[in-house]
Every structure is written in C-alpha cells, then in structure tokens.
C-alpha cells in the first residue's frame, strides 16, 4: 500500500513540474521560431514578392549559435548580426552584402537592403514573420520555410 501512494505521489509531482515548465514565456517561444529556421519573403512594404526571383528564393535566416543572419535577394546576399532584447524587440545589424546588379529584381534588391536598419520588432504568428519599424507597421512579411 506504501508503495502504491508513493508511487501515485510520485506520478502528481512529475505531472505538476512539467505543466508549470510548459508555461514558458512567449518570448522564449518566438525566439525559438525565429533561429534556425529559413523564412520566405512574402511582402516588402506592403508589395508582394514573387516566390523565385532568378532561379532563387528571397528569404531570411537567423542562426542562434552565433546570433548571425542571412539573407537572400534572389541575386544578392545580405548578412550580419542581430540581437534579440526585452520580448519581441529585434535589432539588425549591417554586415556584409554582395552587389551584382540584377536585371528584373532591384525593387526587392534595394528593398531588402534598406529594410534591416528600420526594423526594431518582430512578430510571429502561425509559422508567419512580421518584421516591424519603431511606428509597429509591418515593413517585411515572411513565411516559414518547410
């Protein structure tokens, strides 16, 4: 009999410990979605943007191990760093960037580039990434990549 109580006192532990760890913020969460995974350009201020611009995919990719990101144009790549602050706060730092011209691809070319210095927040919602400028308006939309 000891042991059956012990046993049911045992199994009521483990199930409260693990629904009160489960209640991890959403920062956390978000942060989690947001690295290591590849998000595809959807929208660039407002304008839709083609799933293949040259044979390639415009997307956008955060790596946590060394809090660096990149970025494909569809012609040109964009990196550098970024840090993640105080919930859903995100700051992009310019790093490096190639600069072929692309015929029939600048918009989101030169969009792209001048997005990272206006965004300071983030959104995710339902494997979708907003991008936001320091009025909250939605500068960039993503999708998550399979």
């Known amino acids: 009999m000891k042991n059956?109580?012990?046993?049911?006192?045992?199994?009521?532990?483990?199930?409260?410990?693990s629904c009160s760890m489960?209640?991890?913020?959403?920062?956390?969460?978000?942060?989690?979605k947001l690295e290591d995974v590849t998000w595809r350009?959807?929208?660039l201020e407002g304008k839709a943007v083609r799933k293949e611009?040259?044979?390639k995919v415009p997307s956008l990719t955060f790596t946590?191990?060394?809090?660096?990101?990149?970025?494909?144009?569809?012609c040109n790549g964009i990196g550098g760093q970024y840090e993640i602050k105080q919930g859903d706060q995100l700051r992009l730092m310019m790093g490096m960037s190639t600069k072929?011209?692309?015929?029939?691809?600048m918009e989101v070319e030169d969009g792209f580039?001048?997005?990272?210095?206006?965004?300071?927040?983030?959104?995710?919602q339902n494997n979708r990434l907003e991008?936001?400028?320091?009025?909250s308006k939605v500068v960039a939309t993503f999708v998550l990549m399979p």
Request: charge should be neutral; charged fraction near 20%; hydrophobic fraction near 40%.
């Open 113 to 124: 580039g001048k997005l990272f210095p206006l965004v300071q927040s983030y959104a995710i």
């Open 64 to 74: 946590s191990a060394d809090k660096r990101y990149g970025a494909i144009t569809g």
């Open 131 to 135: 991008l936001k400028d320091a009025d």
């Open 4 to 17: 059956y109580v012990w046993s049911t006192l045992t199994v009521m532990l483990v199930l409260f410990a």
């Open 22 to 32: 489960s209640k991890k913020n959403s920062t956390a969460d978000s942060t989690a």
């Open 53 to 55: 611009i040259n044979g």
């Open 41 to 43: 350009l959807t929208e």
């Open 100 to 105: 072929m011209y692309c015929e029939n691809n």
